[in-house]
Every structure is written in structure tokens, then in C-alpha cells.
């Protein structure tokens, strides 16, 4: 994708309480630069440490998604980076004094609408999208939980919710890049049934809960003296049920508002994947621990993706910088031991080259006479050449030099090289020369398919040197 990656265009700061603690906390969200991805920064903790908000990270996800970095944490993150998420923000560094992120009033809305305020700025470096090119699965078969990563040219989420309960019923909610997700999402609150939520009263938890920030279901029959008692724990005059089932604390947004903010939750959970995603998501009843499991998923393939070795870019159209006679004054090798066609970079640490691979090669005779392949060992000593031409750049005399072998490491051969083939090399200097020793890292590429790699050890001696022993 050629889109930017943007950052905030100005610090935003806003203050709430933490849902759990209970705690007032302040937090300011700071433009960072390009690659910084979500970063939290706990002023209130010596050094002023940093958790990266990555699927790594993960520890607990009870009633919300909770990272330490280094032993330090930050609870109740989703709905932020839901809303940096689909605001198009890809960088940002989140300062609080305080371990978690205030709830306000249990959606995005608060933080979507500061963001669309404040505005980003384009930066330079692309946005890196991963494309999800396979199915990919989270279940858990016992809870009928379910998230399905499918292959898309775009990115949408399909939301399927579905408690057994009369008053919520089957609830279906979508989102796709066309979708408005400040007006269409962020809004959108959290939602608790009335018997957990007497459940987390007595376990002394949501101390920064109260009934403006969720919509509480009423999942079975209660009293007016229950009601009373609730509104006196809630510090409210009074409250009754609606005759849709839920408290008269909220007016619902949307008819299928949990179904949403169960959105919400995924977009916010998934971004802990550490990248844009380009693929179809089926979630069935989603919750933090499916949405972060999936999420490592994901991060796994992308650090995978990442860390693919990039074939170095030949241009057959351009001349090359050493053609086949240059390469012959530097190296002693002739045909038919030759491996070498085209030096196409050359540089203090890094040497690329190309040996096109024909039929014609002798050792295809034998190697094998009705299924060709190029043997392992002559690969190893192309990329031996072409590591060659850089080891002898360094004396000002090459053709009264000669290189032997020491030591071949960690060789892997990933793919078959056979006639037809254009094999792409790079060879690295992993460490300045000593004393005529060089140690170096080769990779093979076909196309884009790495096909060969190793590491090597040689000797580069003058030919006087040369025992006769």
C-alpha cells in the first residue's frame, strides 16, 4: 500500500477515572514518530517507563485487555486504541499517571472526538498493511467463542453475539473502511448484565463504575427494593427497567449497540497485532482473551513477514558493474568452475551478484540427467565467488590473491535451483577483515524466494604465500 503512516498533530490531554482503581487519572496522547506504533508511558512510575502496545504484552484480559512491559502495567486499553485505531492514527505515545486508561463513559467517543479535533499529520514512512493470505482460527469450543481471520482485499469485521439471554438476543454488527467509525462505533458503550455486575460489586472491582458508563441488562426478575439498593450503591436518586430490559441509567445509540461496541473491543484488541490488517474477520461472540489470542495470531505471521529476507533488486536492463571479464581478472576461477556471471553492487560491506543457471552447465549431465537440479555444494561455492569479489576489493592487487575456505555455517537450503533460474545473491561482511580472515553471510534468492543461505569463514592469502606442501 502507498498510504502514509500519520501520527496526532497535537497533544491531546483528557482526564477520567480508571474503571477498576477507581483512580483519577490524567492522560496526555502525544504525536511519535514514524514506526513508533502505540507506546504508553507511565509518568507516575520512576524512569517513566514505556509498555509497547503489542500482543506480547498481554497478561490478563478480565472484564478488559491488560499489558506489562518490564513489570510494568496499563490496564483497560481497548477502547483508546479502538479509537486511534479507526481514526487513522498509526503512531502515538500515550502518557498517564496512573496504571489504567480512564473508562469516561465506556466507549471510544470521548477519545474518537478529541482525536478528530486535534487532526494528524501525514508522515513520510508508508504504512505497512499485512495481508492475511491464509485462514487463520481462534476457538473455544466450550464457550461457543469463535474468531476466523479470512483473505480480503479489504478490511471488514463481522460481529455475531449471542449470550442465551431474552432481553439481548441474537445480535449482529459489521464494519468496513467505508464506515464512519467516529459517528458509527465509537460511540458505542460497554455493556454489563445486572447479575455481573453485582458479582464485580462484591469482588471490590469497577470502583470507577458507575451507571453512565455501561448499559446494564436486566436478565431476570428484581425488586423495587434491589432497584433502590442499587441506585443507592450508584449514587443515583433512582432507577427503574426499561421495558427493552435494560436500567434507565443510558438511552441505547443503536438497537444492537452491545453487538457493536463487541466491535468496538476487536478493532481496539486487534490492534495490539502491530499492524493494519487486510482480511475479513468473523467474530461469534468475541470477548479480550479470543480478540488478544487472536491477535498473537496474527503478530506472529506479520513478525514473520517482516523478518522475510528481501531478494536485492536486479535490473536486467542495467549494465552491470563488473561483467563476466572484469570478474575473471579478480578471480581466479575459469570455466567450467566459473559461478559467477554479474556483479551488480559492490560496497565496503555488501557484494550482489548473478549466476544464471542454464542447461548447458556441466554438471547437469550428471545432476541429474531427467530431473535437473543445481547441487547444494555448487551453490554454496556461488555465493563463495561472488563473497570473494568483496574480500579482494579490500587489497589493491586481486588477481595475485587467492581465497580458501575455513569454516561453512548454519547452511540452509530452502528451495531447488534449477535450469532456467536467475540466482540472485548477497554476500555480507558480518565483521572487518583480521589478519586475512573475513567472516560473511550469503542468501540466494529466485525471484522473491529465498533459496539458499550460509555463513562462512574464508583465508584471503597472496598466491606467493601458497605452500607447495
Known amino acids: 500500500m502507498s498510504d502514509k503512516q500519520r501520527t496526532v498533530a497535537k497533544t491531546i490531554k483528557l482526564t477520567g477515572k480508571g474503571l477498576h482503581t477507581g483512580a483519577e487519572v490524567d492522560i496526555a496522547i502525544k504525536p511519535a514518530p514514524e514506526n513508533t506504533g502505540y507506546q504508553f508511558k507511565r509518568t507516575d512510575v520512576d524512569g517513566q517507563p514505556i509498555i509497547r502496545a503489542i500482543a506480547d504484552n498481554v497478561t490478563t484480559t478480565e472484564r478488559g485487555t491488560k499489558l506489562v512491559e518490564k513489570g510494568v502495567s496499563v490496564s483497560t486499553i481497548e477502547h483508546l486504541l479502538a479509537a486511534l485505531s479507526g481514526m487513522g492514527i498509526d503512531n502515538a505515545m500515550i502518557e498517564l499517571n496512573g496504571p489504567e486508561v480512564p473508562i469516561l463513559d465506556g466507549s471510544s467517543r470521548f477519545y474518537a472526538e478529541a482525536l478528530s479535533k486535534a487532526g494528524s499529520t501525514r508522515q513520510q514512512a508508508d504504512r505497512y498493511y499485512y495481508r492475511i493470505r491464509e485462514k487463520m482460527v481462534f476457538r473455544d469450543e466450550e464457550k461457543g467463542i469463535e474468531l476466523v481471520a479470512y483473505p480480503d482485499e479489504n478490511f471488514t469485521i463481522d460481529v455475531h453475539i449471542d449470550y442465551n439471554s431474552k432481553v439481548l438476543g441474537y445480535q449482529y454488527a459489521n464494519y468496513n473502511e467505508s464506515h464512519a467509525f467516529d459517528k458509527e462505533l465509537a460511540p458505542c458503550r460497554t455493556f454489563v448484565f445486572l447479575h455481573e455486575l453485582e458479582l464485580l460489586r462484591k469482588h471490590n472491582l469497577i470502583k470507577g463504575g458507575d451507571l453512565d458508563n455501561a448499559i446494564v441488562i436486566v436478565d431476570r426478575p428484581v425488586t423495587q427494593e434491589e432497584l433502590d439498593h442499587l441506585a443507592e450503591l450508584f449514587n443515583k436518586p433512582k432507577v427503574k427497567v426499561m421495558p427493552e430490559g435494560i436500567l434507565n441509567n443510558v438511552e441505547l445509540y443503536f438497537s444492537n449497540e452491545p453487538a457493536r461496541h463487541k466491535l468496538l473491543d476487536v478493532i481496539g484488541d486487534l490492534a495490539l497485532s502491530g499492524a493494519r490488517i487486510k482480511g475479513k474477520i468473523i467474530a461469534t461472540r468475541p470477548g479480550h482473551h479470543a480478540n488478544t489470542e487472536m491477535a498473537k495470531i496474527l503478530r506472529k505471521h506479520i513478525k514473520i513477514e517482516q523478518n522475510k529476507p528481501v531478494a536485492p533488486f536486479y535490473d536486467p536492463n542495467k549494465d552491470p558493474l563488473f561483467d563476466v571479464v572484469e570478474i575473471q581478472r579478480r578471480l581466479p576461477h575459469r570455466h567450467p568452475f566459473l559461478l559467477v556471471d554479474k556483479i551488480?553492487?559492490?560496497?565496503?560491506?555488501?557484494?550482489?551478484?548473478?549466476?544464471?543457471?542454464?542447461?548447458?552447465?556441466?554438471?547437469?549431465?550428471?545432476?541429474?540427467?531427467?530431473?535437473?537440479?543445481?547441487?547444494g555444494v555448487l551453490q554454496i561455492e556461488a555465493l563463495a565467488q561472488v563473497g570473494g569479489i568483496l574480500l579482494l576489493s579490500f587489497v589493491p592487487d586481486p588477481e595475485n590473491y587467492i581465497l580458501y575456505f575455513l569454516r561453512i555455517d548454519s547452511v540452509r537450503f530452502r528451495h531447488k535451483v534449477v535450469p532456467g533460474d536467475t540466482l540472485n545473491i548477497r554476500m555480507v561482511l558480518k565483521e572487518p577483515v583480521r589478519r586475512g580472515i573475513a567472516l560473511c553471510y550469503g542468501q540466494g534468492f529466485v525471484g522473491d524466494q529465498i533459496v539458499i543461505e550460509a555463513e562462512f569463514m574464508a583465508q584471503m592469502a597472496p598466491k606467493s604465500n601458497i605452500s607447495k606442501n
Request: hydrophobic share 40%.
Open 344 to 375: 551488480t553492487h559492490l560496497d565496503k560491506w555488501v557484494v550482489t551478484g548473478i549466476k544464471n543457471v542454464t542447461m548447458n552447465e556441466a554438471f547437469f549431465v550428471g545432476h541429474y540427467p531427467d530431473q535437473p537440479v543445481m547441487p
